[in-house]
């Protein structure tokens, strides 16, 4: 029977351990186990003058919603905020139901307090038409934000809060049938999308303000269709494709529309298209050029002077207009004529590479400017000059980013932390408790405390403390300790939140996790006559058997354990997991399991210490060959 089992069980748990190394590009945590977060991989080339702030990113798969199946998976996209050092400091995708987000910043504008906003894809059957989300710096949703029912989706590209607070700028497309007149074929008929974008209320959702570029931009501006392009039915061609769109204080629109090659000055007061820059029919005497642009933002804006940021891309799925994609800043003179443009600052990909869809570029507070190159992640900051001071990209190749922004921001959740601890050991002298600890989406947490209490409604008893070492921090105390808790304490020492109180987890069968002593009598210690006997230890120099060990631990709360470093934390965490499958098989197969729990943890060992190339996690779809930017050739109507 044990050798039956064996055979059956053993390659089970090996594909256990082998899932685990498969998947070094995302972590894992104990106190969290439903996330699975994108690891970074951070390069600095001088960290003193990269500019302050949290990264802000949203990864997918790929970009059209993913349907439902009956396998588990774990929160893998969706929001994520994470430091300058690539640590998780929150992972929003259980929110939004593991599907799809774009355009995820912070927002500054809205109240005195920092808030969130991004765009929350439809669902892959459409029974949810997405919106606009803002959210507090709590992490709890303010106001979801529809669009119109005509005007379809919530698109992906733009959910732009302006300086206000109380508006916003969304993209739209329209589906319509017009005749081919422009190309010279006036008998014939296609269905084309047109591009367009919305100013709405951010706490109705109505719209103030709409255009669209059907009737304004005329098809031969399109450099995707042509007079031999062959007509096509609903949704029909996609000419224009608008991606991004902004406001002055003046109340004109700058919109981006990647097929034209055009970025267009629309009138607030009638609609007019004011300017074209770029394109075909550029209304600007130019020292540069740019294609397939992304992000259009304007910089400065007092009416005859503007200054205009914006990703080049310069170039699409099929085609390479130019070598390198870049971020441009680009003044614009209207008041001469011919009206003037010229770049005053560029930023080449610093890898040499072309960004062929998506992206973005935000000049920060001090003047560097943040580019998010999209695939894989991809983000470099740049001094004003030019230098390259910081590069980055996600650890996997299965992921990418529509946009990626750095903001300075505070987050404060309205959860307590998340505790998790459990007891091991040989026998009853070196019993330890090991405390996993996290608090999901707190910015400002300095250091970690932790009690244990000798019964549910005994008084918390301080077991020691230390420094907030990543997104989970680990601690390990002497004892079998019972009844924890853990509190988030700032730099100047203030307490920002305490968890609930927990029961600390133990073996089931305590002969599989290796004691060799009398396990029926074990018993939770009291924590105040364990650690008080220890300061009397210290005072005389000696050691009772419950006081063996506890040179590590702190009483006072002056003094730190030592610290578990990055590889010895990657390993506690495999093993935790690991034996909480084992745990999970009974007693029957205690010999069994026992080896695979050895074998187990020396994998996981090994692999933190390799830190050996990633592989494939072959559950999440790649984009290879999906035609991202025709995302919006989906009939609105979904019939």
Known sequence: ????????????????????????????????????????DVHYQDRDRVSPGYWFVAPYGQIEPEAPTHRFEQYQVGPYIYDGDGTLIWAGSPMFDNRNVFDFKAVHSIGDQPHLSLVWQHSWDFEDQGHGVILKNNYEIQ??????????????????ILDDGKTGLAMTYR???????????????????????????????DILFEWDSLNQVPLHESVHYGPDSPPEGRPGWDYVHANSVDMNDAGDYIVSFRFTNTIYLISGADGRILWRLGGQHS??????????QHDIKFVESNGTHHIISFLNNASDEDTNDEPVSCALIVELDTAVQPMTAKVIRRYNRPDGGLTRLRGNAQLLPDNNVFVGWSERGYITEFAPEGEVLLSAMFNSTRYSTYRAYKFEFTGRPNTPPDLVASVAGTDASDLATTFYVSWNGATDVARWKFYARAAANAPPVLIGNTTKTSFETIYIAHGYLDWVSAE????????????????????GDWATAGFKGEAAKLHPADPYTLYSQKEADQQTGTKTPLAAGLDDADTSGNSDITPVDTAAEEALRMAQETYELVRDFGALFTSVLLLCLVAGIVACVYTVLRRRRT???????????????????????HE
């Open 1 to 40: 029977m044990l050798r039956w089992a064996s055979a059956l069980l053993l390659p089970l748990f090996l594909h256990n351990v082998a899932a685990q190394q498969h998947d070094e590009d995302l972590m894992s945590f104990v106190t969290l186990p439903q996330i699975r977060a994108l690891k970074f």
């Open 143 to 160: 106001n979801k934000l529809p669009l119109r029912p005509d005007l379809g989706s919530f698109d992906i590209h733009e959910f732009n």
């Open 175 to 205: 589906e319509n049938e017009i005749g081919l007149e422009d190309f010279g074929r006036p008998e014939e008929r296609t269905a084309v999308l047109s591009g367009g974008f919305v100013r709405l209320d951010l706490n109705t959702a």
């Open 283 to 292: 209304d600007f005497v130019q020292d540069f050029t740019f294609s397939k």
């Open 488 to 507: 988030a304490v700032d730099h100047a020492g203030n307490v920002l939140g305490i968890s609930r109180v927990h029961r600390s987890r133990v073996p």
């Open 615 to 637: 592989k494939p996690y072959h559950h999440v779809p790649t984009e290879d060959g999906l035609p991202e930017e025709q995302i919006r050739l989906r009939s609105t109507t």
